[in-house]
């Protein structure tokens, strides 16, 4: 069944990219409405902004949306990842500025909150998106898959040569409550070399050691250390996972990224949806439901151990 939060929870921070204070409010929602962002800081009848690939619009360094009037919303994929790694399909998000607020970095903190605030079933089917081909999309070296499968699984493959980070690979089934437990409070990161110049271009401005590692060659400059010996590849996939509920529905497939990124998975949505030799729409079957991402999640789930 469809499911939305059973009471309103709010967050006030910072983004990241933009560095302006903002605060984002999530409230439940009813049955088919699905995931949708309301600016509160602008008209209102041109506030609203549908979590969904066909308003996706090119960026740096993340994913943003925009409706048809240019209204827009930036770094959406940390709170879309923990709304299906939960497993709520309906929500109404609102915000006034123009990019959700980065946290510590991860989507911890909004899953501990729309675990606080409660999952409730709704009154009408779930509906899944089912890979029925493989299809892929590339970018030179890079390239991003979706093959049949019969959940949803992710298998990511990143590389920074000269780094702390070298090449790292892991392959995960995201059933059962796996991402809460595996890749939920996975942080963002980034190298100390790149940051002034992704300043100059405007990004990063609200970065801080507080919410993204840093890496400088070898070492680690954030105090406490990484969460994870492999963090920086879990963060990719908690990425992928935001990226992919862009869809609009649960997908069951084999998703496999080398060296991609938010460009590429908006990409491949799309190739994926432009055709039903790709996919196929189906209810979900109460055989099927221990697949779903969030199915019978615990709060333990969100344990981890600061590795140094």
């Known amino acids: 069944m469809q499911t939305t939060v059973e009471k309103s929870f709010s967050h006030l921070g910072t983004g990241v990219h933009l560095g302006r204070p903002v605060r984002i409010t999530v409230k439940p ?135 702390l980070i070298g090449k790292q690979s892991l392959s995960l089934s995201m059933s059962n409550g796996a991402f809460m437990k595996e890749l939920s409070n996975c942080r963002t990161f980034c190298l100390r070399d790149d940051v002034q110049n992704m300043v100059a271009k405007g990004l990063a401005l609200g970065g801080s050691l507080e919410n993204a590692i840093v890496i400088d060659k070898f070492r680690v400059l954030n105090p406490e250390g990484l969460r994870r010996n492999d963090e920086f590849v879990r963060h990719k996939m908690l990425d992928a996972l935001g990226d992919l509920t862009l869809s609009g529905n649960p997908i069951f497939g084999h998703f496999t990224s080398f060296c991609g990124g938010h460009r590429l998975n908006g990409k491949l949505i799309g190739e994926l949806l432009s055709s039903k030799q790709f996919h196929k729409f189906c209810h979900l079957n109460n055989s099927e439901a221990h697949k779903l991402l969030g199915f019978k999640y615990k709060s333990s789930s969100l344990d981890y151990k600061a590795v140094s």
């Open 29 to 163: 929602a009813e049955s088919g409405h699905g995931l949708v962002f309301k600016r509160t800081d602008v008209e209102d009848n041109k506030s609203l902004i549908p979590a969904s690939y066909e308003y996706l619009i090119k960026g740096e360094l993340c994913t943003s949306i925009a409706n048809t009037y240019g209204v827009r919303v930036m770094t959406v994929e940390h709170l879309l990842a923990a709304f299906s790694g939960v497993g709520v399909t309906n929500a109404l998000i609102e915000i006034d500025n123009e990019e959700v607020p980065i946290l510590d970095g991860s989507s911890d903190r909004f899953v501990k909150s729309i675990i606080n605030a409660g999952v409730c079933e709704q009154d009408q089917s779930l509906m899944i998106c089912k890979v029925t081909d493989i299809v892929e999309v590339q970018d030179g070296a890079s390239w991003a898959r979706f093959e049949p499968a019969d959940e949803l699984k992710l298998t990511v493959t990143i590389n920074y040569p000269g780094t």
